[in-house]
């Protein structure tokens, strides 16, 4: 694992943070002591779609409730 003294990190801050989002942790040490180990945050999951994402890009008809009643009823009575 990479050990890297604070000056080092200060002046590459970008190009290490880069290596460790890259899933390359390391170390910053003091007078070569390690004082923290620098790794990545887990990626969030993105959340999941909730019932209603498509509201306002389709329409549901007025009488959908009614669509094919007779034919269940139909099928119901053995018609």
Request: glycine share 8%.
């Amino acid at each position: 694992m990479l050990t890297v003294n604070i000056h080092e990190a200060k002046t590459n801050l970008s190009k290490l943070i880069e290596k460790a989002v890259n899933g390359e942790a390391f170390i910053i040490a003091k007078a070569g002591k390690p004082l923290v180990k620098v790794v990545a945050v887990a990626q969030a999951e993105a959340p999941r779609p909730r019932i209603g994402f498509m509201q306002g890009r389709i329409s549901v008809p007025a009488d959908f409730d009614d669509l094919g009643r007779e034919e269940v009823e139909g099928l119901f009575r053995g018609s």
